[in-house]
Each structure stands twice: as C-alpha cells, then as structure tokens.
C-alpha cells in the first residue's frame, strides 16, 4: 500500500511529486511560499505560469524526463538518461533505530512483494523468554499478525539450519541496517518511491562518480490553474513548498476562460448558455453599438450561438459632415434604389465599366484638348463604354485608353451615326456621372446577387424592425465590399430574445461558462430577433481596409508637358532666368532677344527735363536746440559725422555735370520695358 504524502506541514514540490502515487490523481495543491522572479512570473516550457501564494493547482499527470544525480560528498551533480543501464546498491543508514516497529515502517523495502532486508542489534534482544545475541544479522521477511499483535517474521542463520523467529514489533534494541549484496536497476529504483530515497552507490562506474549518491527524478507537471486556457507545465524541481488540499476542494471549480474564437470551435450542444465576462474588449472600440456599455467584466451574458454572417460594408458619401461606416446584415429589411456614380478619372470609370458591360455617363464638367490626338470633352456629352469586340481598330492610339462612343448633347441619343468612337487616355481628368434608368426596389441579398460592388443605393423603406434605422437618413450610400465574418449570438439576460452579433476577429473579450439556469421556463425559449445593422468606427474601416488589399493595378501616371521647340537664348552676364521666346518669325527682329529677369526695372512715365530742377529743393531749416524742458534730448550713443566743406563743393559739382547723361540712360530703359510688356 503506497504512503500518501502528509498534508498538514508543507513539503517541496520536489519531494511531494516524488512520493506521489500516481493512481491517486488528480490531486488539488494549495502554494504555500517559493521563491518568485520578476512579479511571480515563470517561462516553463513554453507556458508563462504565474504561482503566488494562496494558488490552488490542480495535478492532472506527471511525465518522467530524466534523473539528476548528487554526490553527496562533492555537492556535484550529473543526469542520468532514463534508458541508462547501470545497477546500483542500497547503502545502509548511519542512524539508529531504537524499536522494530520504527526499523519496519522507516527503512525502505524492495520492489513488489520482496520487502526483505537484513539488520543486527547492537544489544541483546529479549522476547518471550527467548534471547538474540547481539551481533546476530537477521534478514526480515514480512509483518505477520501472532497472538493477536503484530510481529516481525525475521530468519536467523544457525549452526546447521536456519532459524524462524517472531519478533513484536514492540521490541526495543538498538537496530541498524546490514550492507545488501542485491543490485539493482535505474528501472527498479524508479518504480518505489521508497527505494528512490535511499542512498545508493554505482556497481560498475565508467567515469562517473563512485561516491554516494541521491537520486532526484525530474518531472514535467501537467496542471490545471485558475484562468487559464490550457494545461500548464510545472518541472518538478521548481522550489516552491504546498500542501495536499485535496478532500478539503473537491468542490472547486477551476475557471477556464474563452476568447470568442474559442467559442466559435464549441460543439452546437454547448448552447444556449450563460457566461461571464473576464475580460471586457479594449478601451478603444471599434463599434458604435447600444449593446457595448454591457460588455463589461463582471456582467453576464447570454450566449445562444456561433454563425458565419454575411455582412456589407457600406459608407457615406464624403460632405459637409463626417464620414460614417456601417456593416448591414443579410437579415435587413429595408429596400435600396440605386444611385449614379460620379467618377473624376478615366480610370476610375475604366475599373467600374469592367464590372458592369454597357456602362453610360455623362460629362459634367469641360475638358480641354492636351494633344492631338486627345480629343475634347464638352458639358453634356454622353459617354458608352465599349467592349473590345466593338472597338474599332482605326480609334486606338499609340497608348492604351477607354474607347467609347461618344455623341453631342445636340444629337439624338437614338441616332447612330451621330456616335464617333474615341479613345480616351487613362489618366485624363474629368467628371462623369453614370446614366441610370434603373428605378427598382431592391433588397441587401438582391444587390449581393445581381451586382458587383462598389454601387451607390438610397433607402428608400426603412426597415420596420429598427427603431431608428439610421441608414434612411442619407442621401446616398455606397456599398463597398461584401464580407464573411464568424460572429458570436449572444444577448443579456434581461432582456433574452434581443440578440445581437459580436464579431469574432475584431472583439478581443474573454468569458467562462457557468452552470447558471437559462433565463426562461423549460421547453419556452423565447423567439429570437436578431440585429441587422452594426455601425462601426474609423478605425474598424481602416483596419478592414489593410486586410482586404486589392490586386488592381494603380492607375497610369500622366505624360510628361512638351515643352517648345524655340531655341533658347544664351544666358548673359548678370541674369539671374531666362524665359523661353516664341519663334523669331512672329516678333519684331529687334526685340526677338528680350530677355526678363527677375527684378525688372520699376515702371513708372517717362520724366521730361523739365521735372528735373537744375538745383536740389531747398531743405527746411532745422529746429533750434531749446534749454527748456521741450528742447529734446542728445543722441549721446551715436556720433553724427561730419562732412568738409570742400569735400561738399565737389560732390555738388559731379553731380551737376552728369546729371543730363543720367536722364537719357533712364528714358532708354524705360522704353524698352514699355515694348517688352506690349510684345508679351
């Protein structure tokens, strides 16, 4: 019968894993004290456990891995491999023991039935009138039961045969153990816990240590925790002391908590159930919803299932007011009408016609001829998209564009042979407004069916099971991309039957299933309504928009502007730009060279000499310095130079003679400003 490990005193995990019975499991362990790294935190084995104390750990299995042996006199350590075949023998105990009793329950015994082992007593043995002589080895073969006590069956050697001898096991002596000559295996040593305790010696030592040694089995714990997903692994050489609370916890129930992906993977029996959040989503949602106040740790929530919805990812047209975004359900129950597209690229209409044969616009906005072989667009042109089996081969050009036939506002849209097939490059610029003679009703499930998205739609009849069905206020909706998304049906329990749907990949919440009763009567489960319309935050598109790269090409950049063929003039001194000219032939050959430079001569009228005074105006007299409190205050920081009178003379006499030459150079320039601005 194997001995249980005591649960009143801690004991290390060690030496619990290595006396546990493994028929006993599982076993609930209470964490008494150990030592903690960095918050408690561990990495084992690839799982991150956190043991602090006070924490129950429920022991599933254990898994032997390999065997650390310590020589006991050295300290040194060495691991055996689990396949190793050496033998190895029992070292006796130093320790006396002081009755049989304690010799029979303390010293570990063989493996299996063979619990025999041999001893002496250093003193003499008395017992029912019969003496054992001190010295005397006794080999013990088994605990008998012998005139109503309990007795050792022990054989003593004689002098011609052997001896069979009762000894109660309330005898007292002073008993120790007898060296064995019995070997054994890592196997044998492995499968007692009691022999795995002993002190034992290698038989046949090959380089390893011939000193005593302690055999220590490493294990790999599988165990359960609170909050957690999986099964963790423990190494049994984690220092860390417990108790055994088994009998004590039976009722505990460890919480495994569940993401909404996990949910998903739950078998179609598991619901309906109640649940309770762990972990509400993060503080920055991606949803507008009147259910999301309720997704909060510590509320309950009511979980009838987990569906793959087909969803459509709509927006509003961009205006005066911001941008918002929706995910309309298959269950909705309003009606749309299209709407036409307007479209600023021929690219962009190029994409949209290779979704929709036959497609019609109109231009709404002028656009100039940049080449010859462009032709132009006027107001009110209308535009149809060909197929390449109806293009004609003599409208292609030298790069690849949209050919439509194109016919005036003037004509008659029946008349065919007012239509003229053009090709229009692709990076051409406009505005064009599709042609829609479509005024049908149409449902979400038509619209996924009957046509390819992008498509602008109008509600025109709201859907009767929304209070407010938002979508009825705007003008114009643009649906953008259909979607499959795995969704959790679930509902609060006050209020059962309103479900709504919560999508598994954009929703990071954790919850456990309880054993709480249904909110309603057996066998009355209430009729379900389900949500049909989610509104969704900036950041939801965004992220969805990173996820759902298109493959299509980006559109084609524009040509390069051809510049004149003119030659350009040699750049002179002192010119800091040099424009272009036209040809010489269309200007006058004198002003063919006319250069601009970035600071022109301001213009002003041609002065005439006689504006020109031969004296400078008089200057006005200064005024006097006074003494009083009004005379202003002398500049002391600055020096006022002074100039000579000769010097005066001089400068006043340069400028009398120069000053006609000076008056000619100024007219010149200003006339020959006055053609260059007339030529241009």
């Not at 209470?30 to 408690?40: D, N, T």
């Not at 929703?507 to 909110?519: A, Q, R, W």
Request: net charge negative; charged share 25%.
């Amino acid at each position: 019968m194997s001995v249980l490990p005591r649960t009143t005193e801690p004991v290390s995990l060690q030496d619990y894993i290595a006396s546990l019975d493994k028929s006993t499991l599982p076993r609930i362990l209470q964490i008494c004290s150990g030592v903690y790294f960095q918050g408690s935190v561990y990495e084992l084995s690839g799982s991150e456990v956190c043991l602090s104390t006070g924490d129950l750990v429920k022991v599933i299995s254990t898994e032997l891995l390999k065997v650390s042996c310590e020589d006991v006199d050295t300290k040194e350590t060495f691991d055996l491999p689990l396949s190793y075949k050496g033998s190895f023998e029992l070292l006796p105990e130093c320790l006396p023991y002081s009755t049989v009793e304690e010799l029979v329950t303390m010293v570990p015994a063989g493996t299996g039935e063979d619990r025999s082992f041999c001893f002496v007593s250093h003193v003499d043995v008395c017992y029912d009138g019969l003496v054992v002589r001190s010295g005397e080895p006794l080999t013990f073969i088994s605990v008998v039961e012998r005139r109503g006590r309990r007795a050792a069956h022990c054989i003593m050697d004689g002098e011609q045969e052997q001896v069979s001898l009762h000894i109660p096991l309330s005898c007292h002596g002073e008993f120790y153990e007898c060296l064995e000559e019995q070997s054994y295996s890592l196997s044998q040593l492995l499968a007692s816990p009691q022999l795995c305790s002993r002190r034992v010696r290698l038989c046949n030592p090959q380089g390893q240590s011939r000193g005593t040694l302690l055999l220590h089995p490493v294990y790999e714990i599988q165990a359960i925790m609170h909050l957690r997903k999986n099964l963790v692994k423990i190494p049994s050489t984690l220092e860390v002391d417990l108790i055994d609370v088994t009998e004590q916890c039976r009722d505990v129930t460890f919480i495994s908590p569940l993401s909404l992906s996990e949910i998903l993977s739950q078998p179609h029996d598991a619901f309906p159930t109640l649940s309770e959040i762990l972990e509400g989503p993060e503080s920055q949602p991606l949803f507008k919803c009147e259910w999301l106040p309720a997704l909060r740790k510590g509320n309950h929530l009511l979980i009838h299932g987990a569906l793959h919805s087909k969803m459509v990812l709509a927006s509003t047209v961009a205006g005066k007011k911001p941008k918002r975004y929706f995910l309309i359900l298959q269950s909705y129950g309003g009606r749309f009408r299209r709407r036409p597209r307007e479209f600023h690229t021929v690219y962009d209409l190029s994409v949209a016609a290779s979704k929709n044969a036959g497609m019609k616009v109109t231009v709404s906005k002028y656009c100039e001829s940049l080449d010859e072989d462009i032709p132009a667009l006027s107001i009110g042109d209308q535009l149809e998209v060909l197929d390449q089996s109806q293009v004609d081969g003599s409208c292609l050009g030298k790069e690849p564009g949209l050919v439509c036939n194109r016919v005036s506002d003037e004509c008659d849209d029946d008349d065919d042979e007012d239509c003229e097939q053009i090709s229009l490059p692709m990076y051409l610029e406009g505005n064009f407004l599709e042609k829609i003679s479509d005024h049908t009703k149409y449902s979400i499930r038509d619209i996924c069916e009957k046509f390819s998205l992008p498509l602008d739609v109008k509600v025109v009849v709201r859907d009767p099971s929304l209070e407010n069905d938002l979508l009825g206020t705007f003008s114009t909706l643009r649906l953008e991309e259909i979607t499959l998304e795995p969704t959790v049906l679930a509902s609060v329990p006050a209020a059962p039957e309103d479900c709504f749907h919560l999508p598994a990949k954009w929703i990071n919440m954790s919850v456990s299933f309880t054993k709480d009763p249904l909110p309603w009567e057996k066998n009355k489960a209430p009729v379900l309504k389900q949500q049909s319309l989610i509104e969704v935050t900036d950041n939801f598109y965004y992220d969805f928009r990173k996820l759902t790269v298109s493959d299509t090409a980006p559109p084609p950049r524009p040509p390069k502007r051809r510049t004149s063929s003119s030659t350009v003039p040699e750049k002179t001194k002192g010119l800091a730009k040099v424009l272009p000219l036209p040809s010489v032939g269309t200007i006058p050959p004198r002003l063919a060279k006319l250069t601009i430079t970035e600071n022109p001569p301001r213009l002003c009228p041609s002065p005439t000499l006689q504006s020109f005074p031969d004296k400078p105006p008089e200057l006005a007299p200064r005024r006097p310095k006074g003494k009083g409190k009004e005379a202003s205050r002398r500049n002391v920081y600055t020096k006022t130079p002074k100039a000579s009178k000769d010097k005066k003379e001089i400068k006043a006499a340069a400028s009398d003679d120069d000053s006609d030459h000076d008056y000619e150079l100024i007219d010149d320039s200003i006339k020959s400003s006055h053609e260059a601005i007339l030529f241009y």
